[in-house]
């Protein structure tokens, strides 16, 4: 069964603060995805990563792959109120899989908090 | 597009009443999948579907049922409603060659009494 931790499990920080939040795991992803959900609503994909080492930027949002496709980060830069959120990571078994290969592990998230 | 759109939003069951989630998408995805979340939990699959008349279970589908007659629907029937099944359900669809990237629907929160 692979699992993905990630952490912190709660966020609170100020406007303006830069944060990273971590998803790891001792499996290997053939891709890993990051969703954010806010209150009543359904996650939104954020950012797909394939290629381990692979660095995407998404406005003030930068996303990394590790060298070894188990883990993954999520920087934020300047954080503003509109980034509140539950941050989600999901992980797709390699392609070599067999039974559940088309199962996606989720994170059980990190909670941000940006405080005006 | 609407995207994914599920219904109802919210519904209250007594214990061993049964009811079905509507689940649709209009995007033409063959990949449609049912989920669980739960505080602490995170967000677990129950059924899946890689293409209308196939299905397939996910990590907790006891207690429930799916079918998949056509591309657009993927409805999750409750056959028996228990306590244990309090939950916000999601329903999500991929399109085809990117499988993994979920497009969510806003959700349905149940409630068993």
């Known amino acids: 069964t692979q699992l993905l931790e990630q952490s912190p499990q709660f966020l609170s920080i100020q406007e303006g603060e830069n944060l990273t939040v971590y998803c790891n795991s001792s499996s290997v992803f053939s891709s890993l995805q990051w969703y954010r959900q806010e209150p009543g609503e359904g996650p939104v994909l954020l950012v797909t990563v394939v290629t381990g080492g692979e660095v995407k930027k998404l406005k003030r949002l930068t996303f990394q792959f590790g060298d070894a496709r188990k883990d993954s980060s999520l920087h934020i830069t300047a954080a503003q109120p509109g980034d509140t959120g539950l941050y989600l990571c999901a992980g797709a078994p390699p392609a070599y899989s067999g039974a559940g290969s088309y199962q996606l592990t989720f994170g059980k998230g990190t909670k941000l908090s940006v405080i005006p | 597009n609407a995207g994914v759109t599920q219904t109802p939003k919210f519904q209250v069951l007594k214990t061993g009443q049964s009811m079905t989630l509507q689940c649709a998408q209009d995007m033409n995805h063959e990949y449609m999948s049912w989920y669980r979340q739960d505080p602490g939990m995170g967000l677990r699959l129950i059924h899946y579907s890689v293409g209308a008349g196939i299905t397939d279970q996910g990590e907790v589908p006891n207690g429930y049922n799916v079918s998949r007659s056509t591309t657009e629907d993927f409805p999750l029937r409750l056959l028996s409603a228990a306590p244990s099944q309090t939950s916000v359900y999601f329903c999500?669809?991929?399109?085809?060659?990117?499988?993994?990237?979920?497009?969510f629907g806003p959700g349905t929160r149940l409630t068993v009494t």
């Open positions: 999500a669809s991929s399109p085809p060659g990117a499988r993994y990237e979920q497009y």
